[in-house]
């Protein structure tokens, strides 16, 4: 699938600063999706990372904030440290320290573990973090989304059997 140019140098940047830094994330959201072999046209890109990965991005790409690293935008299902960036017309959110709601208790889950749903693939001769697309299929579920969860799951099934 071939990606639209400009989100793709966008993503480059990102991914080289991140990686240079050290920063702890991981790709998710359509672009990953779209990585992995969803066929979908990603129009944005999405990284997850812990609560101090998200304050040192937004201070890496200060020129790009549209709406600041903060917790003011906590939401029914989901709650982060959520930012806003614009890289010329390509939008960027950034989630630091990611809790879901429970969809049974109503309890706030612990944070998304990235180092234990993170995976890395190859693409276009770089190395990227994504999250595994089980997580990815059974988060997309619990949060109501299931056209999506069904998607990804059909694509963690064919990734399985094409490392066969």
């Known amino acids: ?15 080289a600063r991140l990686e240079a830094e050290g920063i702890d994330w991981a790709l998710t959201g359509s672009l990953a999706f779209a990585m992995q072999g969803l066929e979908a046209l990603p129009r944005d890109i999405d990284i997850q990372t812990d609560r101090a990965g998200a ?17 003011d935008r906590a939401g029914e299902r989901v709650r982060s440290h959520f930012g806003d960036f614009d890289f010329g017309g390509v939008a960027v959110q950034v989630m630091g320290e990611l809790h879901k709601r429970d969809p049974l208790t109503g309890e706030w889950e612990e944070p998304t573990d990235l180092q ?23 988060s997309y579920r619990r949060m109501g989304r299931l056209e999506r969860a069904a998607q990804l799951e059909a694509l963690a099934a064919r990734r399985r059997r094409s490392a066969l």
């Not at 699938?1 to 991914?15: G, Q, T």
């Not at 304050?55 to 917790?71: C, I, S």
């Open 55 to 71: 304050y040192r991005f937004e201070a890496l790409f200060r020129e790009h904030v549209v709406h600041p690293v903060g917790t």
């Open 1 to 15: 699938m071939s990606l639209p140019p400009r989100l793709l140098e966008v993503f480059r940047l990102i991914h």
């Open 116 to 138: 234990r749903h993170r995976r890395f693939l190859e693409f276009d001769g770089m190395r990227v973090p994504v999250l595994d697309l089980a997580y990815e299929a059974e």
